[in-house]
């Protein structure tokens, strides 16, 4: 039987090393930006446009026009059906001349823009940092739920407590790993949080538990089933009967996000490719890292409780 948990020391390593180059992302980030991750108008403030165009326009003719004047970082989206011909454009902070101006030149170079059914609004600074205090509330909460989540389910195995902890550390590497990404991508190709990204976030998190709690789940079952094997070789079994469900089910998600990365529109893939990312991460923790530093843990105590018990 190959043994994984016997290899922890080096899947720790690489995982350290992972985490190590996430965090001198954010810090060349925050360098950069001065932020770890360079935000957009949904933490910083903004202007938000509603353009309704009299005949079918693309969402690069659009961009183009924002990026010649000078706003760089426009988030264009498109609004209801294709046949409506509307369009949400983010951008930095805009003042009442360059609205006309980018109007404009927006029916100069794209198309005649319905005036009747344009708007425009102003995202505060204020408004930005309440969603930010919020986002954080938000994993904080999530973080706390799934550790209250796996003592409750693991109750009946003996320290349930460190199925949950486990469980929390291989969801902070998959964040770590997910927020150094997005640095990175914020310093490369000028990728900014917002919303989607929170969204992303909250997904990760999701993922980082249900590989997890099947392999712990499984470690349960075996327990009362292989009483005389160590606890090193019954959590060791436990992922290889797990381990082709998981990949199987994970690989499925990743070729349709590989998919919508490669053949989606130029908005969503951000938002995409962070989910790709955590759940890459995700896959990887849960098998080399959680269920690992559970073997781990047990085996420090056990072996701390034969020291004292000789003393």
Known sequence: MFNIVEKRRWYFIFSAILIALS?????????QFGQPMRLGIDF??????????????????IRDVFTDYGVETAIVQPLGAPEDYSWQVRTREVTANEVGELLAALEEQVGDI???ALTFDTVE???????????GWAILVASLIIVGFMWFSFRRVPN????????IVGMTHNLL???GFYALMGIVAGWEVD???LTAILTVIGFSVQDVIVVFDRIRENIPRYKTEPFDTVVNRSILETIHRSLATQLNAMFVMLAI????????????ATMLVGMISETYSAIFIAVPLLAAWEKAATRRALTQARA
């Open 195 to 197: 919303a989607l990204f």
């Open 125 to 135: 600074p204020a408004v930005g940092g309440e969603v930010a205090r919020a986002a």
């Open 23 to 31: 965090i001198a992302a954010m810090v060349a980030s925050s360098i």
């Open 44 to 61: 910083t403030g903004g202007s938000i446009f509603v353009l309704k165009f009299d005949q079918p326009v693309s969402e690069v003719e």
């Open 177 to 179: 790993i997910a927020f």
């Open 160 to 167: 349930a407590f460190r199925y949950g902890v486990c469980t």
């Open 261 to 272: 990365i490669l053949f989606g529109g130029t908005t969503i893939k951000p938002f995409i």
């Open 114 to 116: 319905d005036r009747d």
